[in-house]
């Protein structure tokens, strides 16, 4: 599940309690195509190290998870998502899920969904400001190589509308949730776990879909028009 999302341009004026107050947002990136290892923008607490104070950061990351210990950035798996009911158990992910909160803004993703007579047909999934990813980020830095940061997608058993195409969605916060989030707070895994369970679902409850043109499955395909509704070919 959500193996290609988009950003648009517009996302920023979209999401305001968000992306407004954050003078290092990429206000000119845009990709309706994104794929696995590509970098982009997202959202994180940082703590300036000459004040001490913490406020929320924009920083670019690439959508592929590369834990802290691995020797190699390269070096493979590179997972894109992290299923939620193991997140906190996982030894690739669970230093990230306690210490690494981040969003991952949207303005949708795909989905394929295979039809009663096989044919996969793609569905661009989305709601009306936007979507608020949760996701976790690490910063890989040995000593001989420059900083990277890498992330990846929180995923849970579909909900909503949505659950018709698939069994998985993302994990997504209301702009409520934003700050519980992000600031870290003493909850345990299992607080967390519930908390963001219970945000996802009504995030979930609202969103909406259309079938969408299957060039969307190269990724060298970009532009909005793969985002734009079409006859459906294929039955549900």
Not at 67 to 79: A, C, I, L, N, V
Request: with cysteine; net charge negative.
């Amino acid at each position: 599940m959500c193996g290609r999302y988009v950003v648009a341009r517009t996302l920023s004026g979209e999401m305001p309690e968000l992306l407004s107050h954050l003078p290092e947002w990429p206000h000119n990136f845009e990709n309706f195509n994104i794929a696995p290892t590509t970098r982009v923008p997202i959202v994180s607490e940082l703590v300036d190290a000459s004040t001490g104070d913490i406020a929320w950061h924009a920083l670019m990351a690439q959508w592929g998870f590369v834990p802290g210990w691995k020797k190699s950035f390269d070096e493979r798996p590179q997972p894109i998502n992290a299923r939620i009911e193991s997140v906190s158990t996982n030894g690739m992910f669970r230093n990230a899920f306690r210490h690494g909160h981040c969003i991952v803004p949207a303005s949708g993703y795909y989905e394929w969904h295979t039809g009663r007579d096989g044919i996969a047909q793609p569905f661009f999934i989305h709601a009306p400001a936007g979507l608020a990813f949760a996701g976790i980020v690490e910063t890989w830095h040995p000593d001989e190589h420059p900083v990277r940061s890498s992330m990846a997608i929180l995923t849970r058993p579909a909900v909503g509308p949505a659950a018709q195409l698939h069994d998985r969605l993302p994990v997504m916060l209301t702009p409520d949730g934003y700050e519980a989030w992000l600031s870290h707070n003493d909850l345990s895994a299992t607080e967390y776990i519930d908390f963001l369970m219970a945000e996802s679902e009504i995030v979930a409850a609202n969103l909406d879909f259309h079938p969408v043109d299957r060039r969307v499955g190269n990724v060298r395909n970009s532009g909005p028009d793969l985002c734009a509704p079409v006859v459906l070919t294929t039955t549900l």
